[in-house]
């Protein structure tokens, strides 16, 4: 099996939230250097750059910079500038593929790896329903081709609609002017066909970190704070109070499962904090995907590299003309403690009181 086509019972993972509303109008990591700017908006730089092989937009404020890759629908570098460096180049968190590149081939299953931040829809266990098929994911949400545009110092992502779902996704990526955060707002629209229930899935691929964490809630749904969605036991995982914390196994694919509604990733130099930002609303109405849980993050035990950081939206049953969102933040933080434990609960100082 493939090391994304996971059975579908396994499909979980969300900090997110949603509402609904009228449809609008139609570690192979190197450092992306930033291009000369060609265009500024407030602090923001926002260029257009060669991203192996396919024009990408960079968003680079004084200390971070992001770079979109609209012709795969994803964002595919996050990470601190150096100011020192004659190349400025980024430091990139998130993982790519060593291969990636417009030439690169799919998997036998029909799905290319591009490594970066993308969205699917969920429950994934509805895709042999909806879809016909477990595995790749769904057209138009993945691997094809988004129109973009520029507004301000935010780039704006169209899908084409989806022929099974009946669904496009738009999804506007900012950086702040002055922080190392970037914010992301991703719309399912239903334009067309019959109802149906979604919820927004995002996929964060990050380079390995040193440890993984969930923050959860005071009073977890679930007996311990999570749920093992894979077969082997994730490798030394902790419990220290609210931190559910992990580690990638080398040889196996691990994944769990938590009603925890933020995520970090404590890596050598840098932490990534992804936080759902969405209001929730009564939660007496809202249900999660896969039985509750909001948020889940997988390790692959393949040659590949990388862990991800999983958020999903509440469920939303989607009629033509309405919408669903979820809305997150992600923020870079130059890491300061030596102990990854004592690192996080430095980040969730003010969570933990």
Request: with cysteine; aromatic share 8%; hydrophobic share 35%.
């Amino acid at each position: 099996m493939n090391i994304h086509s996971r059975p579908s019972l396994f499909c979980i993972f969300s900090m997110a939230i949603f509402f609904a509303s009228p449809v609008a109008p139609a570690f192979a990591q190197q450092p992306i250097a930033n291009p000369h700017p060609q265009k500024k908006t407030s602090r923001i730089t926002v260029a257009h750059i060669n991203f192996h092989g396919w024009d990408a937009i960079v968003l680079r404020n004084q200390v971070a910079e992001i770079t979109i890759v609209p012709a795969i629908g994803r964002v595919m570098s996050f990470g601190f500038t150096d100011r020192n460096s004659a190349r400025q180049a980024a430091e990139n968190v998130l993982w790519n593929n060593p291969a990636v590149s417009s030439e690169q081939k799919p998997d036998v299953e029909g799905w290319t790896n591009y490594g970066g931040d993308k969205v699917w829809p969920a429950p994934q266990s509805d895709w042999p329903k909806i879809a016909g098929k477990q595995w790749p994911p769904p057209k138009a949400f993945d691997n094809m081709p988004y129109a973009a545009s520029v507004k301000g110092d935010q780039v704006q992502m169209l899908s084409t609609i989806s022929p099974i779902y009946g669904i496009r996704v738009r999804r506007t990526i900012a950086l702040d002017p002055q922080r190392p955060v970037m914010t992301t707002k991703t719309t399912y629209e239903k334009v067309q066909g019959e109802p149906v229930s979604v919820s927004v899935w995002s996929i964060t691929q990050v380079v390995v970190p040193e440890r993984a964490f969930i923050l959860l809630p005071r009073q977890s749904a679930f007996p311990h704070g999570y749920v093992n969605m894979l077969p082997t036991q994730p490798k030394d995982l902790k419990t220290d109070g609210r931190l559910l914390s992990m580690v990638r196994d080398e040889q196996k694919n691990t994944m769990i499962g938590s009603d925890g509604d933020t995520l970090l990733s404590v890596g050598q130099n840098t932490d990534l904090l992804i936080e759902n930002k969405t209001p929730v609303l009564s939660m007496s109405k809202v249900e999660w995907p896969d039985h509750g849980v909001h948020s889940k993050i997988f390790t692959s035990g393949s040659d590949l590299k990388y862990m991800e950081l999983e958020l999903y939206a509440p469920l939303s049953l989607l009629k033509s003309g309405h919408s669903t969102s979820m809305e997150s933040s992600y923020t870079l933080l130059p890491r300061t403690e030596h102990d990854p434990m004592r690192e996080a609960k430095k980040v969730f100082a003010s969570n933990l009181k």
